[in-house]
């Protein structure tokens, strides 16, 4: 089966969130809370399963830029100042499944 592959991305400061359309249809919106405390970064996830961090006191965070990388994943820049994780498609696909439960 093919991965789904996203047609659009909107960040809105107004919603705080990442409005996401695959081109399977699904559409998600992601608050940008979410994506800064389970960033895919190793200061995040650490290095192993059992090093996770927990981040706290996001309820505000903003994202000041998104950068593509390749044609896989996309680097967002919080206003926080972090900027090590890369997002993955399939990584904002089921950040978006687990935001938006059916």
């Not at 994943?73 to 100042?81: C, I, K, Q, S, T």
């Amino acid at each position: 089966m093919a991965r789904a592959w996203p047609e659009k991305l909107r960040f809105s400061k107004q919603d705080k969130a990442l409005h996401v359309l695959f081109d399977d249809g699904a559409a998600f919106t992601i608050p940008f809370q979410t994506l800064r405390v389970e960033s895919p970064s190793a200061e995040v996830q650490g290095h192993a399963p059992d090093q996770k961090v927990t981040v706290t006191g996001k309820e505000n965070v903003l994202i000041s830029a998104a950068e593509p990388v390749g044609r896989y994943a996309v680097r967002l820049v919080f206003d926080d100042g972090h900027d090590s994780g890369l997002f993955t498609w399939d990584y904002l696909y089921a950040l978006g499944e687990a935001a938006n439960p059916a």
